[in-house]
């Protein structure tokens, strides 16, 4: 379906809804978290931890040595 298709039939949903002709849809529910989810949270909270360490250690070597070169 392309977006002026989804668009129509989005307006038409909205139209039919309005005119009393459709009941309102209930929302979709929440998909429960696994435990992938968990681990790939937890997993890239870790590298990143890493990786603001090692980037903040670089930044001071690097001011240390242009220091050290002037």
């Known amino acids: 379906m392309n977006a002026l298709e989804s668009t129509f039939a989005k307006l038409e949903d909205r139209m039919s809804r309005a005119a ?14 696994t ?3 968990v681990t790939t949270r937890a997993a890239r909270a870790i590298l990143d ?9 670089i930044a001071a070597l690097r001011a240390a040595r242009l220091e050290r070169e002037d």
């Open 20 to 33: 009393g002709l459709m009941p309102e849809r209930p929302a979709p529910a929440p998909v429960p978290e």
């Open 35 to 37: 435990k992938g989810d």
């Open 49 to 57: 931890a890493e990786n603001e360490a090692r980037n903040a250690k």
